[in-house]
């Protein structure tokens, strides 16, 4: 039964303190099951907007709700954030000094809390679970839910002992909040946090905001420069395999004038820290970074992230591109891709004492994704186990913007391919298999007699990288196998040996797909702000003054408005208080505080 005087009043808090008219899918469900008081598991992609679900209540009671969070380096800028909209709202982890301790324990004793977050350990301290009992919290929230589960990407131990929370509050609801949507990760947060007869929610894992480009590795730094062109002073994340190649290319970004820094587990904390915090307070634009970077970052406005090599599952591509366009804006992705990357996570992950479950076919499962030529939001939700509506997105992927073209003559080029590698005998790498196809000159050929081999120069009308890609393809399918050892060679499969004879129907093989042309979708503008040169200018003198008042106030640039407000600013340009308050994302609060300086902003644009 709905009781639309909650839902009302819900949404007058949601309009009153943060400035938004509606609310996104499912966030209206899971803050109901809050203020009924049932346990709910609520699932939501990155940028789904999970934390209003337990905010919006906690703003409407008033009364304590405790938020368990793994990211203490994230918890200060939440809290910043609710501040801003004047919420009253403090923290608890290891971070503080024992007087900071202290000033939250006495405005949580004296009941002048409203949202406090704290770390698992913290919860767990002597003593602390009394002084909870004596605040009666109105309910838990477990953020990054999928901690507690050892499915998950990100296991914490920790988060087990969550499962007293319960035991030792009965009667209080525990709510769990979580981007993951596996059955077997869901199953484990209700199992493990005791949580009785949920609501569970489980929202569409599609991110029809990003746009998503897999495009085989060719030239790594041309490719690169080009994506970040199209992004000229925007947030970037720019993801690498290893360490050393981080440093390279976060000093070769540099050394072009871009303000890039580079952040992985080898640097030493302080810098590495410093380099974070860069980069959320915008005095940087592009963090190159290995998978370590992320957990803890809050940056709204990434416009892009880059992965130059393949990650080793889709759950991790997931959560690396998901940090890109968590404000709801247009952002791209893109992964370059290679063979190369399939077999170095292949031999790492076969090298690894005690292998999580099922690492090696996840690995398979994203060579395919990169192989095939299928919309690419369709196959993450597929992947994901949620249908998708329709059998290609609306111009958000490399596939259904028409830039992968499938070759005409698939069946014959992988025919000659198969028997280049059957007259080689399996005993070359694909770099020479390469230079075979192409009819490459070179005293190695020559003085192994390659170049009077059948397959001699039989695709030289092709490009290397196309060539290259096109031997991935067939690895990835199966029909050849590339040798482990110092000095891989490529060899021929039973199936691949099926397809010389004629036996295999060239199906899959249809599916090659060329190196991407250029991108054909035009350059977004500086702030991703539509419109034209006028627009533009107001956009970045919002955002000039939004950095100004954020660094005064010690606060993330984000945290004063987001990207989206900004826009919204720019479009509807208000010239009066009420005006002002209509921009979505422009609470009460905000509006007092910030409003006559972004007006007297807008005003000026306007004046000639
Ligand atoms: P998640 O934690 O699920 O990744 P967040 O809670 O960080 O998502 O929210 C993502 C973004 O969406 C934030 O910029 C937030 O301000 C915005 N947002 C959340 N709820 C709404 C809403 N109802 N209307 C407009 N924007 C929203
Ligand atoms: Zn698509």
Redesign the pocket.
Known sequence: MIDTRLTAALRAT?QRV?G?????PL?EDAARAVLEGRDSLVV?????????CYQAPAAHLGRLAVVVSPLIALMKDQVDALRQNGVRAAYLNSSQGPGERAAVERDLDAGRVTLLYVAPERLMMPGFFERLRRATPAFFAV?EAHCISQWGHDFRPEYRQLRVLKATFPGTAVHA?T?TATPQVRDDIVAELGLENPVVLVGAVDRPNLVYRVVPRADRMRQVLAAIERHRDQAGIVYCIRRAEVDELSAALARRGLRALPYHAGLQDAPRRANQEAFVNERADIVVATVAFGMGI?R?NVRYVIHTGMPKSLEHYQQEAGRAG???LEADCLLLWSGADYALWKSVLEAESTPAPGTLRKLGEMFGFCQDAVCRHRALATYFGQPYPTPGCSRACDVCLGEVASVDDAQGIATKILRAVAELRGRFGAGHLVEVLAGAGGERIVGLHHDRLDAYGSLREARRPELRAWIDQLIGRGFLARTSGEYPTVVLTKHGAAVLRGELAAGPLSRIAKPARAARTPAVAPGGAAGGPDDRELFEALRRLRRELAEARGVPP?VVF?D?TLREMVRLRPSTREEFLGV??VGEWKCEEFGARFLAAIAAARTP
């Open positions: 949601l943060w938004y008219p509606a609310f996104l966030q939501l992609p990155t940028g789904g907007g999970k934390s209003l953020d909040y981007a809050d709204s968590r404000d709801g984000y987001g989206a979505k994302g």
